[in-house]
């Protein structure tokens, strides 16, 4: 009983932080299920169900708050839908696996502990370079069980794409599209998803709503943001060396 609470926690205020900043929260979910033993197997189809709750929650907000962008969008969309269902299609050995995790975890934590602010103005990407992103970042969301929007959102502010705001409207309907296509494509992992997850999906949900909420408007959540990028970076060595 006492672990179930657990989890429900974990994932209601890793719902909260990831939503606030337009993610899913797939690399906090799977941090908190390979620090609690959850088994591998069951992990990506978990992660990539809670990420749709929370990423469509997170997707209409931005988008009615104004922060959205259907031309920056399409193109990564267009790239990274058919990789991602691709990538939920290969079954990695359970050793690979969790070494791949541990990496993204790791990568995903230096992600999150950025300062998401900056200049709403933004330069025109190069076609190219979005669809050769896009494809990238689908194949690695249905491949581990994340949506991409932790590196994309990042990238999206360092190529000076988009504005904070704007980049995290457009991550939270990219990392629902590419959840919902990684799903699609280890849909017979579905059947192995564990009896409680409706309580965490309504944790998820939950925290989603509260999250993205104030991260649309005026939450800035980089400290907490930063001890979450902790535990990540704990989760992944776990992962990598244990």
Same mark, same amino acid.
């Given at each position: 009983?006492?672990?179930?609470?657990?989890?429900?926690?974990?994932?209601?205020?890793?719902a909260i932080l990831y939503s606030s900043?337009?993610?899913?929260?797939a690399s906090g979910y799977l941090a908190v299920m390979a620090l609690l033993a959850?088994?591998?197997e069951v992990t990506r189809p978990t992660a990539l169900t809670l990420n749709l709750f929370v990423a469509s929650i997170a997707t209409v907000q931005y988008?009615?708050?104004?922060?959205?962008?259907?031309? %920056? #969008? &399409?193109?990564?969309?267009? +790239?990274?839908?058919?990789?991602?269902?691709?990538g939920g299609t290969i079954q990695l050995s359970t050793n690979i696996y969790k070494i791949v995790l541990g990496v993204v975890l790791i990568l995903a934590a230096v992600g999150l502990a950025l300062r998401f602010d900056g200049d709403e103005e933004a330069n025109e990407p190069p076609i190219w370079l979005v669809l050769v992103i896009g494809a990238v970042l689908g194949l690695l969301s249905g491949l581990v069980g994340v949506g991409g929007g932790i590196f994309l959102t990042p990238l999206l502010l360092l190529l000076h794409w988009a504005g904070a705001k704007k980049a995290a409207g457009v991550?939270? %309907? #990219? &990392?629902?599209?590419?959840? +919902?296509?990684?799903?699609?494509?280890?849909?017979?992992?579905?059947?192995?998803?564990?009896?409680?997850?409706?309580?965490?999906?309504?944790?998820?949900?939950?925290g989603g709503i509260i999250g993205s909420t104030l991260g649309a408007r005026r939450f800035d959540s980089?400290?907490?943001?930063r001890v979450l990028?902790?535990?990540?970076?704990?989760?992944?060595?776990?992962?990598?060396?244990v």
């Open positions: 009983m006492e672990f179930s609470v657990l989890i429900v926690l974990a994932i209601f205020l890793v900043v337009g993610h899913g929260g959850v088994a591998p988008y009615r708050a104004g922060h959205f962008s259907w031309r %920056l #969008f &399409i193109p990564f969309a267009v +790239a990274s839908i058919p990789m991602a269902y691709l991550s939270a %309907l #990219f &990392i629902f599209v590419n959840s +919902a296509a990684g799903l699609a494509g280890a849909w017979p992992k579905m059947q192995q998803l564990p009896a409680e997850v409706y309580f965490w999906i309504a944790a998820a949900i939950v980089l400290m907490l943001r990028a902790l535990v990540l970076v704990f989760a992944g060595g776990k992962l990598i060396f």
